[in-house]
């Protein structure tokens, strides 16, 4: 009896160690219902000399923003204007008609829309709270947000939420006024959450971001400058160039499972920004 229990013995150790030394299996692709079609009236196409970027606006965090860039976008005021101000590590400015950041549009400048307010039927998509901050998702852009507890002790009910800045988000560049935004815009390259609750986020690209990473960088940007070719509301162009685009819902199962496997991975180290949302974007057919 002795015998065949030190047998067993070295036998369960290695089964154990073999199954902690495997590797977890391969999530599973998400289904045709874990995806959602975008509102193509928030969707920017944005054609550079160095590639395109696709970025979703969300009229929910800055609708004044959201709507002027698509105004601007509509008037062709954008196209053919200069990345005059690219900082490695940080961001991509843009959207000057003088291309050396002291010009504007000829509409009046926009207040700022730092924080939105939140309330039961915001559609936020919360992945991780730490003490009294929610974080997660309104569409595609990361957001945090205090918490709806404190909704139970404020007039309307509602509490203060604010986009964060991830790579890809965009927000509105202003003077030091913060009702100084006008036209002028900036792409992260990567993520600064010293930005949050300053600027105006707006919205984020799904795709693209290598584009946004490959633009020339200089403080101001050496000639010659990349530029944006053109600047598009999707639903306005024409269905033989309008690509078909679809991101993951953060609402999903499988999103909620990917977000849950990244928490777990990232630990005490997790950033909203750790979060990247699959997006697929086809070309015109």
Not at 2 to 30: E, M, N, Q, R, Y
Not at 157 to 184: E, F, I, L, T
Request: charged share 20%.
């Amino acid at each position: 009896m002795k015998a065949a229990g030190a047998l067993i013995v070295p036998c369960l150790l290695a089964l154990w160690t073999a199954a902690i030394a495997a590797p977890p299996p391969p999530a599973p692709p998400p289904a045709p219902s874990d995806w959602r079609t975008p509102d193509p009236q928030n969707i920017l196409v944005i054609d550079t000399n160095k590639g395109r970027i696709v970025v979703e606006m969300s009229p929910g965090a800055a609708p004044l923003a959201v709507a002027r860039l698509r105004d601007l976008a509509r008037a062709g005021l954008y196209n053919g204007q200069s990345f005059f101000r690219v900082i490695e590590g940080f961001m991509d400015q843009t959207g000057d008609p003088k291309n050396d950041g002291t010009g504007q549009s000829d509409k009046p400048n926009l207040p700022p829309e730092f924080t939105f307010r939140r309330d039961a039927g915001t559609p936020i998509v919360v992945v991780g709270r730490v003490g009294g901050v929610e974080t997660g998702f309104l569409g595609s852009l990361p957001v945090d947000s205090q918490t709806m507890d404190l909704a139970l002790l404020t007039v309307d009910h509602k509490v203060n939420a604010w986009g964060a800045y991830c790579p890809g988000v965009g927000g509105m560049a202003r003077s030091d006024p913060p009702d100084s935004a006008n036209s002028q815009f900036f792409l992260m390259r990567d993520a600064s959450p010293h930005l949050e609750q300053k600027y105006t986020a707006w919205g984020r690209a799904i795709s693209g971001l290598e584009v946004i990473r490959a633009i020339k960088v200089g403080e101001p940007v050496p000639a010659p400058q990349d530029q944006m070719l053109t600047v598009r509301v999707l639903a306005d162009m024409a269905p033989e160039e309008r690509p078909s685009v679809r991101v993951i819902d953060t609402a999903s199962p499988w999103f909620q499972a990917m977000a849950q496997r990244v928490r777990a991975a990232r630990g005490a180290n997790f950033s909203i920004c750790d979060i990247d949302l699959p997006a697929q974007v086809s070309p015109a057919k």
